[in-house]
Nanobody
Framework: QVQLVESGGGLVQAGGSLRLTCAASGRTLIIAKMGWFRQAPGKEREFVAAISWSGVSTEYVDSVKGRFTLSRDNAKNTVYLQMNSLEPEDTAVYYC?????????????????WGQGTQVTVSS
């Protein structure tokens, strides 16, 4: 099993920044990719970004390209989502996910393990 713990959410004004952290523990050797998803009230969960476990490959949804950046710390089994120039439309619960299927099989999914979510609220 893999356990994921997110942190870093909060309330920020439009134009501000937040950094989300996802710490993985347990059987981290089976992880091939990590992803971030978000779900706003009344909307379906959507893909935000993904990174291969090696950190070499990343992918982002168009709406966050140029504003969000994924990175990872191999030694800490941690993935970071740096979010800049935040917009009210970014308000959502953000979920970290881990998958053991290869990254090239689909960075957007499927994923096998999920965190509990962290709330991001952007005020206008």
């Amino acid at each position: 099993q893999v356990q994921l713990v997110e942190s870093g959410g909060g309330l920020v004004q439009a134009g501000g920044s937040l950094r989300l952290t996802c710490a993985a523990s347990g059987r981290t050797l089976i992880i091939a990719k990590m992803g971030w998803f978000r779900q706003a009230p009344g909307k379906e969960r959507e893909f935000v970004a993904a990174i291969s476990w090696s950190g070499v490959s990343t992918e982002y949804v168009d709406s966050v390209k140029g504003r969000f950046t994924l990175s990872r710390d191999n030694a800490k089994n941690t993935v970071y989502l740096q979010m800049n120039s935040l917009e009210p439309e970014d308000t959502a619960v953000y979920y970290c996910a881990a998958g053991f299927r290869p990254y090239y099989s689909g960075p957007k999914g499927p994923y096998d393990y999920w965190g509990q979510g962290t709330q991001v609220t952007v005020s206008s």
